[in-house]
């Protein structure tokens, strides 16, 4: 029997993370005793804060072992409620909260649940690797809209009102963006946020990146502007970026109660709820101040500025100075070379990884991950000098 008929059409549409794939790449040569510089990282490379590991080691002491709600413990769930109304103006109840195995199980289990088959899902290019891939799985319309550096990679009015047709059913915003780093202010959400009132669009808010943010910019919530928006987002966060959790996974929504309703239902047959232990390890997280993001924050400032003032001094490379998240979005059209080449060539021949643009939707792009030490970026830029130069 020929492959292709084994498998579902849905998957053929799905095309393999490029991100993985570099990264699978870099720890071959790794283990092969090569000193790889990793900028393909997408995750802090803090550990966990002992308060939290210690809070799941009581969890698994204690016998907190077996399943909970499938939307997550009543604990942690107005914890959740609690983070939104003091971060972002928000007020939730529990019950419009759902908790899920990380942020991208949220954004996935949303998508199923809002977008129809044909239906046109809109979202910024460059946008994350995933967002269309999910789309796709969901038999609807991935439209890109592509930004421009001079707008620092941010939809504009004008381009999403050009975008919309009578199938546009759904918004995906990621802000602060992977792999951008751009940040939206409350003024450009607002102009975002009266469109997509005005013509019944659905946003999913993706905010990972919230308490990652530089310059004293200060993140805002598009569902904070009042009762018409809020009816229409699903506001998505986590714990993986702000405390250093990625592996952890736990990620969280909260929204409509009638879509919250459908997602809760969607959880019930898929994975049920996320990790007992884990959700233990997030109550913690929730009641702690915010001294660890704050301090994470400050570090990631210190080594954008670090990486920036780098590249402004290799000729062929240019960015746009990115104001939240851990990643520059490197321009190499000056190299002339493809963002794949690039990446497999630094890597094969001064054993530095990062992201092509590619997967990105940004070919004449690479994705610089800061999310090392400062050790390792400076030998890392090091050799990216040497070998743009050359």
């Not at 499938?70 to 942690?76: N, R, S, V």
């Not at 930004?147 to 381009?159: M, N």
């Not at 004293?216 to 986590?238: C, E, M, P, Q, R």
């Amino acid at each position: 029997m020929r492959i292709d008929t084994r498998l579902s059409e849905r998957l053929k549409k799905i095309n393999p993370s490029s991100t993985l794939a570099i990264t699978a790449k870099a720890k071959k040569l790794k283990a092969e005793g090569q000193d790889v510089v990793n900028f393909s990282a997408g995750e802090p490379d803090f550990d966990t804060p002992d308060f939290i590991k210690n809070a799941a080691i009581e969890a698994i002491k204690s016998g907190f072992t077996k399943y909970t709600p499938t939307t997550g413990t009543p604990e942690l769930k107005k914890l959740v409620c609690d983070k939104f109304s003091k971060d972002n103006g928000l007020t939730y109840a529990p019950e419009q909260v759902v908790v899920s195995c990380g942020a991208k199980h949220s954004i996935f289990n949303a998508i199923t649940v809002l977008a129809n088959r044909g239906d046109d899902v809109l979202l910024a290019s460059p946008y994350w690797v995933s967002y269309p891939e999910m789309i796709n799985l969901c038999e609807a319309n991935p439209r890109f809209i592509n930004t421009l550096p001079e707008d620092k990679f941010k939809i504009t009015p004008k381009e999403l009102k050009k975008h919309l047709t009578p199938r546009t059913k759904l918004l995906i915003l990621n802000s602060p963006s992977n792999p951008t780093g751009c940040v939206y202010s409350a003024a450009e959400l607002k102009e975002i946020a009266a469109i997509c009132v005005e013509k019944k669009i659905f946003v999913i808010s993706d905010e990972i990146y919230e308490k990652i943010v530089f310059d004293n910019f200060k993140h805002v919530s598009i569902a904070s502007f009042g009762k018409d928006i809020y009816d229409l987002t699903i506001t998505v966060n986590g714990l993986s970026k702000s405390h250093s959790m990625t592996g952890w996974r736990i990620g969280y929504l909260a929204g409509p109660k009638d879509i919250i309703d459908c997602i809760s239902k969607l959880q019930d047959h898929t994975t049920s709820n996320p990790c007992s232990i884990a959700q233990k390890a997030a109550e913690a997280a929730l009641k702690a101040p915010d001294d660890f993001s704050k301090k994470l924050c400050v570090e990631f400032q210190k080594r954008r500025d670090y990486v920036i003032s780098r590249l402004d001094k290799i000729k062929k490379l240019g960015y746009v100075r990115p104001q939240g998240a851990f990643y520059i979005f490197c321009d190499i059209s000056g190299t002339k070379i493809g963002s794949e080449e690039f990446a497999n060539r630094l890597l094969e021949e001064k054993f530095v990884s990062l992201v092509p643009g590619k997967g990105f939707g940004a070919d004449e792009y690479v994705r610089i991950s800061y999310a090392t030490s400062m050790e390792q970026l400076e030998k890392g830029l090091n050799r990216i000098e040497e070998w743009v130069g050359k």
